[in-house]
Structures are given as C-alpha cells and as structure tokens.
C-alpha cells in the first residue's frame, strides 16, 4: 500500500457518490447522551491540540484516509449496506467529544473531554451523487476540502465516505471501476485500522453482491479498550517500572528527543509539509538483508534500526541513536479487528560505542527495541501526568512541552490482511499536510520490497536532506544484503 499525502494523490476523475448520515441520525447524535467512558490518553492530547488549533485559526489535518479500486460499476444499494454495516460495527465510529466547558482553556486538564455515543438504531446512510469532475486534480482538491472539514471527532460523524465512477467521463479511456475513498478524524484511527478497513468492506462488498451473509471476524471494542487503559494509567506511580524506564531514557537524552540530523530550512518557523517516497530496496534485497540480520541476532525492524544510527552517525556524527517508534497496542486478540487508535511511542535509543559496522550494531539495535516495547503500555504523556501528579498540587496545570521526536515506524505490511491486493487495488493510504518544523519516518514493507516515505517541510534544504538521508540509508541496506555486512568507510565521521 502506497502512504501518500494528500497534495500528491493523484484519483482517477469520474462522478463523485458520497455517503452521508441521515438527517434522522444527525438529530440523534446531537442528542447523544454523555457516555461514562472515558477518551484514551493518546485520544484526549489529539482533542486538546485540535480544538486549540480551530480557537487559534490555525491548520491542521489531523485525519487518517484511504483509497482503493473496485472492478465494475458500483452498485450504490449494495455499497449503501456496506458502509452501514462496517460502521455499526466498531463502536469508536459512534462516538464523538466534546468539552465540559466549551468556551474555556482547552489545554486545561481540569476541563475534562466527555464522550457522546450515538445509539446504533439511529445510524443510517444514505448516497448522494455530487458533480462529475474530469480531471484528477479537481477529484483531489474536492476530497481533500471533505476530509478537512468534515472528520472532526468534535462532531459526528467524524467520517466521510464516497466514490468516484471512472466512467462517468468523456474520456475514452474510462474504465469499467470505481474509486472507494474514506476517512476519519485520526482519534478513531490509525494506518492499521485503515488496512482493516480495506479488507473488510472488500469482504462486506462482496458478499452483498453474491447475495449471502459476510463471514467477519468479531471486531471488539475500542470503547472497552480505552476504560482499560485508564485504568492501567490510574495505577501509575513514580515507583512503576514504566515510570522509571521512560524517565531514564528521558535522562540520558537532556529532557527529550534528538530532532531530524539535518538541515531542512525551517529553524525559524513551520512551513508548508510535504511528502517524498524513496525506494531502500527491491524484494531480493529484503530477503538477503533479512537473513543478515538473523545472523547477527536481529530481526528485520532491528537490522533497519541499525542502518539508521550508521546512517546519522555518518551524516552528522552522532554517537546515540534515539527515536520514538510507534508500536501496536492491539496486545489482546480480541481487538485485532477493532478499529482504533492502537498505538503507542516507545523508545529505541542505544549507544554506538565507536561501533559503525552492521554487525556490530544490529543485535544492539535489536534489544533496544525489545527494551523499548516493554514500555508500551505506556506513553510519555502518561510519565509526564505521573511525574506532575506526584510534584504536587499546583503543578498539574503546568504543561511540559518535548522537542518534537522523530518518528520512526516500521511496518511489516505482508502480515496485514488481504495486502497481495494492495497493488491491484491502487489501495493508497492519505494523510493530510500542514506546516511543521520536523521530518517523521515511515518504512514500510510490502511483497515487492522496502521504501520510505517521509514528511518534511516544503524547502529546498529539507528536499536535500531527505534525498540524503534515504540514500544513505539504502546504500547501507543494500550493502548488507549484498556484502553480509556493512562498515563505514575510513574518514566517514
């Protein structure tokens, strides 16, 4: 699956069909009683941060979408159903918040977010056709203005789904298929859940067009997920384990977290994001490195965090490799279909020691990562909130802001569902862009190989750096897969 943002999607033009909620549903869920439950830690940050952002009349784009091909005419009836039926399932879709207080202080904790729950026999979809658009950036920039203004999880529903007919044009090379396009405020999601989405509503599609009942997996409950995070959040003390391993490493890196290594020329205030894609290696590659990294102690995610500290180590020198990884939360069986957001930062920082060869690093790299994972039930937020607490009163209002981190996620996409039909499929996950300062890290690996994408300001340094960086990066993989292993040439920092 292709990870693009928004301004480099490119549909295919065609009549857009959108879904939208009843105006049965719409009273209803403005009338949603307050649900006990409350917002997960990660879920309660995002909502702080966005009604923030709309107070200040800044941008943001803090939804998560897909889009992927059907072959066929769309058969609207059958679609109807379909969405219906994946949105009754997964209750977090019925959700939505709002502030005790609307008009105060949104960042202030004593003004708590509270959940409305939208009953199910209320919700209802109904298609409505919108204008035949004849080039792809007209489909784009429609998209886009849909899912900006209308996947906020301040109000409901904070999804959007629609449709393009490719041949719903003039064009003489109109085909015979249809574009499904989705998504939703990002407090409901993640790319994982995104990837399930594709595969259950192919699986839903296609059992209403056969006529016959779809066999689905149970798909759990984000509402249950998020009571029993807070109550393992509830339990922390500065004594936790967790509490101790994340305020170290904290320690150990001055209070935070080392930004991108180089220049992206945009020290003096955000600017416009931007994505850019690079290949790292071809399916042969993979492999190779893959048996490499066995042989030196690690798995797969290991041996890429080791290329990574060899790569910053050569471009800039630095001797400590630290970066917050995102990993699943979806610890219980039970929540493997659920959609949510089932992620978590941890930490994966260790020190060279003079060490820039593969072998050296790669089983380092290794249990870095495994230490790093014993922290994921728990996020720095959580830390912060327990070191706060535990400082006494007057100091949970106080805010402790992280130089913002370098994300780094590694995702293995041959395991995921139904992923030999990413390619087929055109499946392309969306994200939006907005301004930012910092370069976030996404690897991903598919059946045809390994690429990285990253999102970076729009500047021409940051463009070098990237380049840079990814080719390093894919030099130092390829070598290993090639050569078995990998040392920095003499006089490389």
């Known amino acids: 699956?292709?990870?693009?943002?928004?301004?480099?999607?490119?549909?295919?033009?065609?009549?857009?069909?959108?879904?939208?909620?009843?105006?049965?549903?719409?009273?209803?869920?403005?009338?949603?009683?307050?649900?006990?439950?409350?917002?997960?830690?990660?879920?309660?940050?995002?909502?702080?941060r966005a009604r923030l952002a709309a107070q200040n009349g800044e941008t943001q784009s803090p939804w998560i979408g897909?889009?992927?091909?059907?072959?066929?005419?769309?058969?609207?009836?059958?679609?109807?159903?379909?969405?219906?039926?994946?949105?009754?399932?997964?209750?977090?879709?019925?959700?939505?918040?709002?502030?005790?207080?609307?008009?105060?202080?949104?960042?202030?904790?004593?003004?708590?977010?509270?959940?409305?729950?939208?009953?199910?026999?209320?919700?209802?979809?109904?298609p409505a056709e919108s204008a035949v658009l004849d080039r792809p950036e007209q489909v784009r920039d429609h998209v886009a203005a849909r899912f900006a203004n209308d996947t906020s999880a301040l109000a409901w529903p904070a999804f959007v789904f629609g449709a393009v007919e490719h041949y719903a044009t003039d064009a003489p090379d109109a085909e015979e298929s249809f574009t499904l396009f989705h998504a939703i405020d990002h407090a409901?999601?993640?790319?994982?859940?995104?990837?399930?989405?594709?595969?259950?509503?192919?699986?839903?599609?296609?059992?209403?067009?056969?006529?016959?009942?779809?066999?689905?997996?149970?798909?759990?409950?984000?509402?249950?997920y998020s009571r029993r995070e807070r109550e393992?959040?509830?339990?922390?003390?500065?004594?936790?384990?967790?509490?101790?391993?994340?305020i170290g490493h904290l320690t150990r890196n001055g209070g935070s977290f080392p930004s991108f290594p180089l220049d992206l020329g945009a020290s003096d205030a955000p600017k416009p994001a931007i994505g850019s894609r690079f290949e790292l290696a071809d399916a042969r590659d993979c492999e190779?490195?893959?048996?490499?990294?066995?042989?030196?102690?690690?798995?797969?995610?290991?041996?890429?965090?080791?290329?990574?500290?060899?790569?910053?180590?050569?471009?800039?020198?630095?001797?400590?490799?630290?970066?917050?990884?995102?990993?699943?939360?979806?610890n219980d069986p039970q929540f493997y279909w659920s959609?949510?957001?089932?992620?978590?930062?941890?930490?994966?920082?260790?020190?060279?020691?003079?060490?820039?060869?593969?072998?050296?690093?790669?089983?380092?790299?290794?249990e870095a990562y495994r230490s790093g994972k014993t922290l994921g039930e728990v996020s720095v937020q959580q830390v912060i909130d327990t070191v706060l607490a535990a400082s006494g009163p007057g100091t949970l209002s106080q805010h402790t802001t992280l130089t913002p981190p370098p994300i780094v996620s590694y995702i293995d996409g041959r395991r995921l569902p139904d992923t030999e039909n990413f390619s087929s499929t055109r499946a392309t996950g969306i994200v939006g862009g907005k301004a930012t300062q910092i370069a976030?890290?996404?690897?991903?690996?598919?059946?045809?190989?390994?690429?990285?994408?990253?999102?970076?300001?729009?500047?021409?340094?940051?463009?070098?750096?990237?380049?840079?960086?990814?080719?390093?990066?894919?030099?130092?993989?390829?070598?290993?897969?090639?050569?078995?292993?990998y040392r920095s040439p003499e006089g490389v920092r």
């Open 1 to 48: 699956m292709d990870l693009n943002l928004i301004t480099h999607w490119r549909p295919q033009p065609g009549r857009v069909v959108e879904w939208k909620v009843t105006d049965m549903s719409a009273r209803a869920a403005a009338q949603a009683p307050v649900d006990p439950a409350l917002p997960t830690t990660m879920q309660e940050r995002h909502l702080r």
């Open 66 to 126: 897909i889009a992927f091909d059907f072959p066929g005419r769309l058969d609207r009836a059958a679609m109807t159903r379909t969405l219906e039926r994946y949105v009754l399932r997964h209750d977090t879709l019925h959700s939505w918040f709002s502030f005790a207080d609307p008009v105060a202080d949104p960042t202030d904790t004593t003004n708590p977010i509270r959940r409305h729950v939208v009953p199910t026999e209320s919700i209802n979809l109904a």
């Open 188 to 224: 409901h999601t993640d790319m994982q859940s995104m990837i399930l989405m594709f595969a259950e509503t192919r699986m839903i599609y296609q059992a209403e067009l056969d006529g016959v009942e779809p066999e689905l997996p149970d798909p759990g409950s984000y509402v249950d």
């Open 232 to 246: 393992k959040a509830a339990t922390l003390t500065m004594a936790s384990p967790e509490v101790h391993g994340w």
């Open 288 to 330: 190779l490195f893959g048996v490499a990294c066995k042989a030196n102690g690690a798995n797969f995610i290991g041996g890429v965090f080791a290329a990574l500290a060899i790569t910053e180590h050569e471009l800039v020198g630095r001797d400590r490799y630290m970066a917050l990884s995102p990993v699943t939360t979806r």
């Open 339 to 366: 959609q949510g957001w089932f992620i978590n930062l941890v930490p994966v920082g260790f020190e060279l020691d003079g060490d820039t060869t593969f072998s050296g690093l790669a089983q380092r790299a290794q």
């Open 440 to 485: 976030s890290i996404w690897i991903n690996r598919v059946l045809e190989g390994t690429w990285m994408a990253i999102s970076h300001p729009d500047t021409p340094e940051a463009h070098r750096s990237v380049a840079a960086y990814a080719g390093r990066l894919s030099t130092i993989m390829k070598t290993v897969a090639r050569e078995g292993d």
